[in-house]
T-cell receptor
């Protein structure tokens, strides 16, 4: 696709429910990242994929959070038993994985998650 | 410890004035890269400018320039001749080390341009 696509754009759920957030990266981008942005805050790194493997998942806040990537393309971030503190914008980004320090990330528009 | 510190939560400037957004960073790795992104109210993250730790000259991209002071570990973004469309959140970010991929972001500065 032309850009990074995320769905849904908005998700409202009840506390305790599971949610799945989807990211479709730019075609050909090997690297994929998930970030979380709480209201008025900076971006908090969650997990990074290189192809289908996740060499860095150090930012996942608890075992309720998991992510997978299949076919080196689409990724799904799953949050189980959602809590109110999970409410945030979840941003996905992708990049070519050139190994160069100046490689920039291309971001999607995010999924606004609201846990009631 | 914070890797990226942006000390200005909000900035207000008059249209056409220049503005400097502060960013300091913390790393012991000699190889790193610094990025600035803009996030308008629509939410998308827009890449503005990049500075590498080994770059000899300050980076420039149109109206954006980076005041890179390596010894002070600062990488301030300068926007010349500000425009109303520059109103947005601005984030400084760092990638450190060889082979590292993720960017670590600061808390951001909200810039408001007044007419």
């Amino acid at each position: 696709g032309a850009g990074v696509s995320q769905s849904p754009s908005n998700k409202v759920t009840e506390k305790g429910k599971d949610v799945e957030l989807r990211c479709d990266p730019i075609s050909g981008h090997t690297a994929l990242y998930w970030y979380r942005q709480s209201l008025g805050q900076g971006l908090e790194f969650l997990i990074y994929f290189q192809g289908n493997s996740a060499p860095d998942k150090s930012g996942l806040p608890s075992d309720r959070f998991s992510a997978e990537r299949t076919g080196g393309s689409v990724s799904t971030l799953t949050i189980q038993r959602t809590q109110q503190e999970d409410s945030a914008v979840y941003l996905c980004a992708s990049s070519l994985l050139t190994g160069l320090r100046n490689e920039k990330l291309f971001f999607g528009s995010g999924t606004q998650l609201s846990v009631l | 410890a914070q890797k990226i510190t942006q000390t200005q939560p909000g900035m207000f400037v008059q249209e056409k004035e220049a503005v400097t957004l502060d960013c300091t960073y913390d790393t012991s790795d000699p190889s790193y890269g610094l990025f600035w992104y803009k996030q308008p109210s629509s939410g998308e993250m827009i890449f503005l400018i990049y500075q590498g730790s080994y770059d000899q000259q300050n980076a420039t991209e149109g109206r954006y320039s980076l005041n890179f002071q390596k010894a002070r570990k600062s990488a301030n973004l300068v926007i010349s001749a500000s425009q109303l469309g520059d109103s947005a959140m601005y984030f400084c970010a760092m990638r450190e080390g060889r082979g590292a991929q993720k960017l670590v972001f600061g808390q951001g500065t909200r810039l408001t341009i007044n007419p």
